[in-house]
């Protein structure tokens, strides 16, 4: 049987967020370190050169992110960087777009 697509990991949800419209929340504890997957596809088609992905469009900005997003060859991949509580919401420092 194939597996069944799902656009978020399990370990997250969408939800309103006090930083910007909506955001990433973890639905259960997570440790440092854990990595959730692709947030961008490396693509010149697009503006800024990649397209997001379902969690790549989700996770605001925060000058003390809990989270990192980083270049892994032609992805851009989320993990976090400190533990995360159950209902926190999932933050990382935008670089790859401009905040102006």
Request: charged fraction near 25%; glycine fraction near 8%; aromatic fraction near 14%.
């Amino acid at each position: 049987m194939k597996p069944k697509y799902r656009p978020l990991p399990t370990e997250l949800t969408i939800k309103p967020s006090t930083i910007e419209g909506l955001g990433l929340f973890a639905t259960e504890d997570l440790p440092a370190e854990y990595g959730f997957g692709i947030t961008h596809i490396q693509d010149s088609r697009f503006v800024d050169g990649y397209i997001r992905t379902p969690l790549g469009g989700f996770f605001n900005h925060s000058d003390k992110p809990n989270c990192e997003a980083y270049k892994d060859g032609e992805f851009i991949k989320l993990k976090t960087i400190t533990p995360i509580r159950h209902g926190e919401e999932l933050t990382a420092w935008y670089w790859l777009y401009d905040m102006e």
